[in-house]
């Protein structure tokens, strides 16, 4: 199940995002890694993915609706043979 949060728990604040709060459906979709918008008004809030307990952050409204339509879309084997290639991203994600 995934959940829509509008704004992280107090208690989440300090915990790291997922991706180090980059956009993984930007990476995946276009190859382009995105911070999320965290910090500002237009923030298109978080998801709680329920199968991991783990937070998600997008860049925009269209790529938070994007994941949460089929998050295990994003976190697959695809994510995984992405990173692979690219020894960088390792450090980053």
């Given at each position: 199940?995934?959940?829509?949060?509008?704004?992280?728990?107090?208690?989440k604040r300090e915990s790291r995002?997922?991706?180090?709060?980059?956009?993984?459906?930007?990476?995946?979709?276009?190859?382009?890694?995105?911070d999320s918008k965290i910090d500002d008004e237009?923030?298109?809030?978080?998801?709680?993915?329920?199968?991991?307990?783990?937070?998600?952050?997008?860049?925009?409204?269209?790529?938070?609706?994007?994941?949460?339509?089929?998050?295990?879309?994003?976190?697959?084997?695809?994510?995984?043979?992405?990173?692979?290639?690219?020894?960088?991203?390792?450090?980053?994600?």
């Amino acid at each position: 199940a995934v959940e829509y949060i509008p704004d992280l728990p107090q208690e989440k604040r300090e915990s790291r995002l997922e991706f180090n709060g980059f956009c993984i459906v930007s990476f995946m979709d276009t190859g382009v890694l995105l911070d999320s918008k965290i910090d500002d008004e237009t923030c298109p809030g978080f998801l709680l993915l329920q199968a991991n307990g783990a937070f998600y952050s997008f860049s925009s409204e269209r790529a938070l609706k994007t994941f949460a339509k089929n998050p295990f879309n994003y976190l697959s084997q695809k994510l995984m043979d992405a990173v692979q290639s690219n020894a960088v991203l390792i450090y980053l994600l």
